[in-house]
Structure formats: structure tokens, C-alpha cells
């Protein structure tokens, strides 16, 4: 089974959906200097990265699709 754009860039929401839900969970209990950093250093990193990627993965579907068509 063949995996889409569209279908990985939703896989892709989703996880780092889950991830933000279990840090929620996680920062409830740990609120030192270190989990400020962790949040900082990388899961702000995180979802700069997934906007872009995002980005690039509907660019990559526009230009699939515009291929499709001038191949048929």
C-alpha cells in the first residue's frame, strides 16, 4: 500500500499532536529550569520544523498532482 502526501502530512499532524498532549501531561509535574529548556530547545524547534515540512509537503502534492496531468 502505497502511502499519499496528503496521508503522511496528516500522519505527521497526528503524531505531533499525540507528542504535545503527553508533554502537557508530563510538564504538569515537572516545572523546573530543565523542562523550560527541553520545551524550549526542542519542541518549539519541533513545530517550526512540522510548519515547514507541512509547507513542503503540500508544494511537493501540488507538484505530483501538476506531473499526473501533463503525463496523461
Keep these: 500500500h502505497k502511502m499519499g502526501v ?20 508530563t510538564r504538569q509535574g515537572w516545572t523546573d529550569v530543565r523542562a523550560e529548556e527541553f520545551e524550549k ?8 520544523d512540522l510548519r515547514t515540512a507541512s509547507s513542503a509537503m503540500d508544494q511537493i502534492a501540488i ?4 506531473a499526473r496531468r501533463d503525463c496523461e
Design 6 to 25: 496528503h496521508e503522511s502530512r496528516g500522519n505527521l499532524a497526528k503524531a505531533i499532536k499525540e507528542l504535545m498532549l503527553r508533554w502537557a501531561e
Design 63 to 66: 507538484t505530483m498532482s501538476q
Design 41 to 48: 530547545q526542542y519542541l518549539h524547534q519541533l513545530q517550526s
